[in-house]
């Protein structure tokens, strides 16, 4: 290579020796003549210095700018005492330079490249230049952690056995899931592909086919709005095990998480992963990926309220299927009215006709509700939820799955504001993973007005439940699994059905799914399923969500290389583009007038 040393690995231990360095200039100094130079690589920063009695070398270095990239011959010296910089590894030495070759000088900047004034910097200015954005020292420490993370993932799974198999990602459209990308076909006119939104149906072929134990960081594609956690395109730790049960998924994975976060982090996770049923985490936590950093926990008062003269709790008590209950936020009885409005605004986008509550303050309750309650509904509420003075206590009174979801997201918000006002602490640097299994096989959907696979239409039901599967399919629980870390699923499997005529009854007769809409999306796996497919299960993780959890970083788009923003578009390289006459030709495509409806 163009240099014998990165600028992370000097020491006192080379003082004396001849190097080359390359890379760029972090930062220019000039003292009485003498011309400090940091020079920058992946790995990390070493002082070059250019004497004046070294002619063209000393005038060279006054061209530099930050960023340009240089290379440097010299000898590496002892820094005395006083001038060692101990936040450096390279701090105790410096080269002296006698030899540079300037390979680019570069342009002015279109923003400063130190992180704190770089996070000011619109997000759009960012990605036009994401290059540079890249090259910082955090973001590129980012980078680093995504391969090591890879890294560890692929290790810990070929120790067990599995092969890597790459599954096609032009697939056929399966409309049943989220949006999907199409892909005209040239050689087949008036035909699509689809861009695989996960190698699902692949990977259950793979099993049929004898491979027993597969995976891949597969990519993914989804034509969904974007946010902090969802990309068009993203990246699954993908997985299938023939001849498994569950238990035999949760340990694999448990083995896999813990030797991840050692060799990326140094931590050292406890195993086995709690687990909890998806109707005690909705019923404790109001969602299924609870985050169990902090204690607020969900309490039901239906059946208290079913005598109420308050009249709105008492019709919804007494409405089969509804729900009242409560969380204490305890010690956030100091909420200001606006962070009250904002809760109130939350509760109101999730159905909510408003947000009841009850302030302890003072030695007394406050609350417009509160003369509606009687002396025993009040002492059942002070016992069960431990209402003390500084506590506030939020109220949802609507259908199960609507009280879960308000309560749940009141839940967080609370959290966040108590933990801004240290009166709780969410470590950032504690990893409370967590099963959740038990799910519903399938949701009862009021538009279509027929059941919905919870997860997929492959997962298949718990074996005691099948006899339900005709009369009551609502009751039937899948053999499905998540994995939630912090209050993110990281991920979600199941064991899969394996029996043809089992999977044909649940696309026909559950799911009512007419059966040459069957054939032609999955006649090829109820065929493959009659050659002898093996009882076998899988799991798909997002490896983005896991690499940013392990970074502690809130969005996927940084540790993502090119993100897209949340128009979909590639600023740096000014993706989606136009294309020519000639190619929609070819494709024999016409593209409408975007104004015309």
């Known amino acids: 290579m163009l240099r014998t040393h990165h600028c992370n690995s000097l020491t006192t231990a080379d003082a004396g020796k001849e190097v080359t360095l390359i890379g760029w200039v972090d930062t220019v ?132 056995g599995f092969l890597e198999v790459e599954t096609p990602i032009l697939f056929k459209s399966t409309p049943e899931g989220a949006r999907e990308f199409l892909v005209p076909s040239r050689l087949n006119p008036g035909s699509f592909y689809a861009l695989s939104q996960s190698p699902q149906q692949y990977k259950q072929m793979l099993m049929v086919a004898g491979v027993e134990k597969y995976y891949q960081l597969a990519r993914c594609f989804r034509d969904e709005d974007l946010r902090a956690d969802r990309q068009l395109e993203f990246t699954q730790v993908d997985l299938e095990m023939s001849f498994i049960e569950r238990e035999d998924m949760y340990a694999l994975i448990e083995k896999m998480l813990k030797r991840t976060w050692k060799e990326v982090l140094g931590i050292d996770i406890p195993t086995p992963f709690p687990r909890m049923s998806f ?59 606006g962070e009250l409005a904002n809760l109130e605004t939350i509760a109101k986008t999730l ?103 919870a997860h997929h239409p492959f997962t298949a039901p718990v074996k005691e439940d099948e006899p339900l599967l005709s009369s009551a399919p609502e009751k039937v629980r899948g053999q499905h699994y998540d994995i939630v870390l912090n209050g993110v699923e990281l991920g979600g499997g199941s064991i899969r059905i394996h029996n043809p005529e089992m999977q044909k009854h649940i696309f026909e007769n559950v799911l009512k799914i007419p059966a040459d809409i069957v054939e032609s999306r999955f006649g090829y796996m109820l065929k493959a399923f009659s050659f002898g497919a093996p009882p076998h299960g899988g799991i798909a993780l997002g490896l983005d969500r896991l690499v940013a959890m392990l970074a502690g970083r809130a969005s996927i788009r940084d540790i993502i290389a090119f993100p897209k923003t949340q128009k979909g578009q590639d600023l740096m390289a000014e993706s989606p583009g136009q294309v020519t006459p000639r190619q929609l030709r070819d494709l024999r495509i016409e593209v409408l007038d975007p104004e015309e409806k």
């Open 29 to 160: 100094r000039d003292l009485g003549g003498v011309r400090f130079v940091d020079l920058r690589d992946r790995e990390g920063i070493t002082q070059v210095v250019f004497h004046p009695d070294r002619g063209e070398v000393h005038e060279q270095a006054h061209r530099l700018k930050s960023e340009s990239v240089i290379q440097v011959s010299g000898t590496v010296v002892k820094r005395s005492a006083e001038t060692i910089n101990p936040k450096l590894p390279t701090g105790g030495v410096e080269i002296v330079a006698d030899k540079i070759t300037v390979h680019n000088i570069c342009q002015p900047l279109p923003f400063p490249m130190e992180d704190d004034k770089a996070d000011k910097v619109s997000e759009d200015l960012r990605l036009e230049y994401r290059f540079l954005d890249l090259r910082r020292p955090r973001n590129l420490n980012l980078v680093k952690t995504r391969a090591l993370a890879s890294k560890a993932i692929r290790h810990a799974l070929e120790e067990e």
């Open 351 to 453: 159905g909510a006709k408003g947000l009841a509550f009850i302030k302890a303050e003072n030695g007394e309750w406050k609350s417009p509700i509160l003369k509606f309650f009687s002396e025993e509904e009040k002492a059942a509420l002070k016992e069960k939820l431990n209402i003390e003075d500084g506590d506030i206590v939020f109220f949802a009174a609507a259908p199960w799955t609507q009280a879960c979801a308000i309560l749940g997201r009141i839940r967080l918000e609370a959290g966040r504001l108590l933990q801004q006002r240290g009166k709780i602490t969410i470590p950032a640097d504690q990893f409370n993973f967590l099963w959740v299994i038990e799910f519903p096989l399938m949701l009862w959907d009021e538009d279509e007005k027929r059941f919905l696979s």
């Open 279 to 337: 109707q005690e985490a909705m019923d404790r936590y109001g969602v299924d990926k609870p985050d169990t950093r902090f204690a607020i926990e969900i309490t039901d008062f239906t059946e208290l309220f079913q005598q109420s003269q308050f009249k709105v709790f008492h019709t919804i008590a007494n409405t089969p299927g509804s729900v009242v209950r409560a969380i204490n936020a305890k010690g956030l009885a100091d909420i200001t009215q």
